[in-house]
């Protein structure tokens, strides 16, 4: 008899995992109260989640000033509802990286509670496979787990978080030829790509 949480696991053996996080989010806790960092954040990150709706990806979760997202991974299905996809979703990397790209937008036009420049935006990507689950019996949580395979000897989430860690203030990141992104300098390929 299978185990009732092998159940509510899925494997999912292509998928964009996106992490953003904002520069100088403790400095700017050091100097303004809990309220006013929870607004500002909750402003900005309801513009973030309009994008993920936009783009047709799905926010994982929000960490204090991080930000996770997944592409390729939910979809709707036919009663209309989202659901966890069955299929790879052949646009998951363009649809993460336009979002990315609109993030950066969108943050370099949101001024700092505190000191009133922009906000900076540190933006990892990476494909690759993961497995979503549900984890927990009191307030579970829909959980994502990257996978170590033979082939790709990285874990998908892992690559992902060091992409944004390691990542120029304002820019993307992606193991693409180990390339740095910056903002425009791929639009044109990306957007041929998607149309």
């Known amino acids: 008899m299978l185990d009732q949480h092998q159940l509510m696991a899925r494997y999912h053996p292509e998928v964009t995992i996106m992490f953003a996080d904002l520069v100088s989010f403790t400095s700017m806790c050091s100097v303004l109260g809990a309220p006013v960092v929870m607004s500002f954040l909750n402003t900005l990150f309801c513009a973030f989640d309009d994008l993920c709706d936009k783009h047709g990806v799905y926010k994982v979760e929000t960490v204090g000033d991080g930000f996770v997202v997944a592409g390729g991974l939910m979809g709707v299905d036919q009663d209309g ?115």
Do not use: Y
């Open 81 to 195: 509802f989202r659901s966890v996809n069955q299929h790879t979703d052949p646009l998951h990397a363009c649809k993460v990286f336009a979002l990315a790209r609109d993030m950066l937008r969108v943050a370099a036009a949101t001024p700092l509670p505190h000191t009133g420049a922009p906000v900076g935006l540190r933006v990892g990507l990476h494909c690759g496979p993961c497995t979503s689950g549900v984890i927990g019996r009191k307030m579970p949580r829909f959980c994502l787990f990257g996978c170590v395979t033979v082939l790709r000897r990285r874990d998908t989430m892992n690559v992902a978080s060091r992409m944004e860690t390691t990542c120029s203030v304002g820019s993307k990141k992606a193991p693409i030829n180990q390339l740095v992104v910056q903002p425009g300098a791929l639009d044109h390929a990306w957007a041929n790509r998607m149309s």
